[in-house]
Structures are given as C-alpha cells and as structure tokens.
C-alpha cells in the first residue's frame, strides 16, 4: 500500500511563493514517477508537474517557468516549489505516486492565491 501525505498549502498572495511537500510511505522506489496535479472546483485535474527517478520533469504549460517539482529519494519526498503564483493558480493540489499501470493519491492540500 502508498500512501501520500500532502503539506504547505495555504493562503498566499499574487506574485508570491509557495512549498508544497509530499511525503510517501509503503512500497515506494525512487525510479517510480511521481507529479502534482491541481482541480479547481467544476474543472479537470490537470497536470501540475511530473519528475520520473532519472529526474526528467514535465510541466504543465500555465505553469512553466513559475513552478519546479523536485524529488529527495533518500525520504521519498517530492517537492513543488510555487513561485510568481497567480489567482488562477487556486486549486486543490494533489500528489501523484504512479506504480506500474496504477496511480495513486493523496488527500490534496488548498492552495489559495489572493489577488
């Protein structure tokens, strides 16, 4: 069993900066990719950012430049590091740990961007 704790979201500003954690527990691997995805209420999860075990990342194309994922194997941690964030950005951010053919959750953290 996986298990995701999601941590660091919250109330922020327009134009500030945000550190989402995500911390795994249970079988996981570090070549495993793991991502953050985002559902605003009445719209589609979508794609945040994605980092596989070689650190290849993918990013969601609102977001590029503003935002980077990161991984700390040793703890089975990733990171998303939220920078210039915008009102748009507001969302429930979820962790994302993919094993084989199968995707795994957690509960999501609130990030809310005031203008």
């Known amino acids: 069993q996986v298990q995701l704790v999601e941590s660091g979201g919250g109330l922020v500003q327009a134009g500030g900066s945000l550190r989402l954690s995500c911390a795994a527990s249970?079988?996981?691997?570090?070549?495993?990719?793991m991502g953050w995805y985002r559902q605003a209420p009445g719209k589609q999860r979508e794609l945040v950012a994605a980092i596989t075990g070689g650190s290849s990342t993918n990013y969601g194309d609102s977001v590029k430049g503003r935002f980077t994922i990161s991984r700390a194997n040793a703890k089975n941690t990733v990171y998303l590091q939220m920078n210039r964030v915008k009102p748009e950005d507001t969302a429930v951010y979820y962790c994302n740990f993919r094993w084989g053919s199968s995707d795994f959750w957690g509960r999501g953290t609130q990030v809310t961007v005031s203008s």
């Open positions: 249970g079988t996981i691997f570090s070549i495993n990719p």
